[in-house]
């Protein structure tokens, strides 16, 4: 059997910081979204787990025990006891190091994909559990869709959206570390109109209501990641000067994004953005986070 997966990226709408939790990390509340753009990866049956990553617009992305992709299998292996391993094949076309949950994707999509290859049977729910061990945003990857996430993104609400939603999005400079972030944030704190309007960002999507969600969206981040990465600041200017009815960046950077009204406007607010962001790319908002296809 070979399965076909694509492992959709995902853009928070809202980002905030609203505490420490015990353990020491952050306590956070987002508005987080699947989007069509996704990575691709194939799974076959093989004695041992092995990898080969393809990067069709160049860049570097390991394909040794550092990928997450390796890191779930290992990590499905040890929960289960299972011995039989798959020939792994991906390609990226979801940007690196840019907030928009690529890695975590991947490992989502792994868990998903050899479950069913080794046919083990486990839940969304037991998934996700061992997902979270390889990184706090696999189980909203492995649940996709839109979702409140709170806690350090484990804690998941699933929301119903309005409508599909038009978007671009494009990573306008090098890639950011979360951690150089969160410590530049701790550092600096967080101004109080930095600050998302949550409740009122899942009103607006739950309604359809694009303008009241420009309004209300927002990332606690982004100072930060400006100050880091000055380009990010250009970018969402770009985006906005396109016509958005918001643009922020999305997780802790370095990828930005762009909503807008009708898909007609994003597709004229691309063609003029790749002008000068050439992996600028349209996408949608999606239902689900990992989708599959079986080959015989």
Not at 29 to 45: A, N
Request: aromatic share 4%; charged share 25%.
């Amino acid at each position: 059997m070979k399965l076909r997966i694509q492992a959709r990226a995902k853009i928070n709408w809202t980002l905030d910081v609203v505490g420490t939790l015990p353990n020491g990390y952050h306590d956070l509340d987002m508005l987080m979204q699947s989007v069509t753009l996704c990575d691709q990866m194939t799974l076959e049956e093989a004695p041992e787990c092995s990898l080969a990553v393809r990067l069709p617009h160049g860049g570097y992305v390991p394909a040794d025990e550092k990928n997450l992709v390796l890191r779930a299998a290992k990590a499905l292996q040890e929960a289960t006891g299972e011995t039989r391993g798959a020939r792994m094949t991906l390609r990226k076309y979801i940007p690196v190091a840019a907030g928009m949950g690529g890695g975590s994707s991947d490992a989502a999509a792994a868990l998903k994909g050899l479950n069913e290859l080794w046919k083990l049977g486990l839940t969304d729910e037991r998934l996700e559990q061992i997902g979270l061990t390889i990184g706090a945003d696999v189980p909203f990857c492995i649940r996709g869709g839109l979702q409140r996430a709170r806690g350090i993104g484990e804690q998941l609400t699933p929301l119903a959206l309005g409508r599909p939603l038009y978007l671009v999005a494009f990573q306008p400079c090098r890639g950011l570390s979360t951690k150089e972030v969160f410590s530049a944030l701790h550092e600096e704190g967080i101004r109080p109109e930095d600050r998302p309007d949550n409740d009122a960002a899942q009103r607006a999507l739950a309604c359809g209501d694009v303008r009241l969600l420009g309004k209300s969206m927002g990332n606690v981040l982004e100072p930060v990641s400006r100050r880091l990465r000055p380009q990010i600041d250009e970018a969402i200017r770009a985006i906005e000067a396109t016509g958005a009815v918001g643009a922020r960046m999305t997780g802790s950077g370095s990828a930005v994004f762009g909503v807008y009204m009708h898909a007609g406007q994003c597709k004229r607010a691309t063609q003029i953005l790749t002008q000068t962001y050439p992996t600028c790319r349209m996408m949608r908002t999606a239902e689900c986070g990992i989708v599959m296809e079986h080959e015989e």
